[in-house]
């Protein structure tokens, strides 16, 4: 059975990964990320933005050299940041407490930018010095 690829524009990727599209281009330039051209738009497959954002999430040297930090997060790791069950993280996720986004149907496909990460971090950190 064939199973039907999905395909990305840079804008969808910038979007999904919380990078400039001008860095997008850059990083398929330099092939961090396979990209197909059909006439004069460029596509990435779902595979391979599933295989940038994971590339993004390792953190490894070479993005690194490129003077970037990881900007995505799994669930797992952000249930590790903030001491929860990764239950507890989906249910943020889902309530939209805590924004992130899909990259396929399945529970370990939720990605959260670093950004939103963050602002979760910081109204939370308000809700309880309020409550003091």
Do not use: H
């Not at 993005?63 to 990881?70: A, C, D, Q, S």
């Not at 939103?116 to 003091?132: C, G, H, P, Q, T």
């Amino acid at each position: 059975m064939n199973k039907q690829k999905n395909f990305y524009t840079i804008k969808q990727v910038s979007d999904l990964s919380g990078i400039s599209e001008p860095e997008i281009v850059r990083m398929v330039i330099l092939k961090k990320i396979q990209a197909v051209r059909i006439g004069k738009k460029i596509w990435v497959t779902e595979e391979e933005l599933e295989n940038f954002l994971n590339y993004l999430l390792a953190g490894d040297n070479s993005y690194k050299e490129l003077g970037k930090e990881p900007v995505l997060y799994t669930a797992e790791q952000v249930a590790r940041i903030l001491q929860l069950s990764v239950d507890n993280v989906w249910i943020l996720l889902k309530s939209g407490k805590l924004k992130g986004f899909k990259i396929r149907e399945g529970r370990s496909s939720w990605r959260i930018p670093a950004k939103n990460l963050e602002e979760f971090i910081e109204s939370r950190s308000r809700i309880d010095a309020r409550s003091k």
